[in-house]
T-cell receptor, first 113, second 112 residues
Framework: QKEVEQDPGPLSVPEGAIVSLNCTYS??????FMWYRQYSRKGPELLMY????GNKEDGRFTAQVDKSSKYISLFIRDSQPSDSATYLC?????????????FGKGTKLSVKP | DAMVIQNPRYQVTQFGKPVTLSCSQT?????MYWYQQKSSQAPKLLFH???????NEADTPDNFQSRRPNTSFCFLDIRSPGLGDAAMYLC???????????FGPGTRLTVT
């Protein structure tokens, strides 16, 4: 079982739709949960992060972490064509090798006008 | 703008011919990372530098080496590229080992 599992998609939605992206993980030592966005031919950039469990909202984006289920989600409201990108979840623990980021494979999202 | 720069953006090399990829940063971050990302795969950490302290991942092949001559620059050397080394190579930096890493645009390596 991989440490982080993410459905690679692709996911295609119409403009204005609500998008739900998810990851599951197996390592209970993970404490930081991130979503990175990667546009075509660019490097990933941090979109949101959450420490431990809970929700975090930033504009149209909401990140949720459920540590009891080892499940994290990213919701995008009122999706726009500019949201078309690959979304990578990433996680890390604290200290030593647990401090390294472990990425999911990424979900490729396409928002159609 | 402060940023992470990778050169070249595209590199073609022959099977077995050594190749060097370059990364520079203007963020003055003390940690620099090299990741390998194959198509539709997760970025895989190869190694990182915490200042001058080199940290190699256990499963990184010996074929991959790195140098960090100063804070701003880091190089990835592939001594004898195989066809399986064709990938996007991403350089990233961070101010300490944090959740937020700043990535360059990547170098896409093709091995012929």
């Amino acid at each position: 079982q991989k440490e982080v599992e993410q459905d690679p998609g692709p996911l295609s939605v119409p403009e204005g739709a609500i998008v739900s992206l998810n990851c599951t993980y197996s390592n209970s030592a993970f404490q930081y949960f991130m979503w990175y966005r990667q546009y075509s031919r660019k490097g990933p950039e941090l979109l949101m992060y959450t420490y431990s469990s809970g929700n975090k909202e930033d504009g149209r984006f909401t990140a949720q972490v459920d540590k009891s289920s080892k499940y994290i989600s990213l919701f995008i409201r009122d999706s726009q064509p500019s949201d078309s990108a690959t979304y990578l979840c990433a996680m890390k623990g604290v200290g030593g090798s647990q401090g390294n980021l472990i990425f999911g494979k990424g979900t490729k999202l396409s928002v159609k006008p | 703008d402060a940023m992470v720069i990778q050169n070249p953006r595209y590199q073609v090399t022959q099977f077995g011919k050594p190749v060097t990829l370059s990364c520079s940063q203007t963020l003055n971050h003390n940690v620099m990372y090299w990741y390998q990302q194959k198509s539709s795969q997760a970025p895989k950490l190869l190694f990182h530098y915490y200042d001058k302290d080199f940290n190699n991942e256990a499963d990184t092949p010996d074929n991959f080496q790195s140098r960090r001559p100063n804070t701003s620059f880091c190089f990835l050397d592939i001594r004898s590229p195989g066809l399986g080394d064709a990938a996007m190579y991403l350089c990233a930096t961070s101010p300490g080992v944090t959740y937020e890493q700043y990535f360059g645009p990547g170098t896409r390596l093709t091995v012929t």
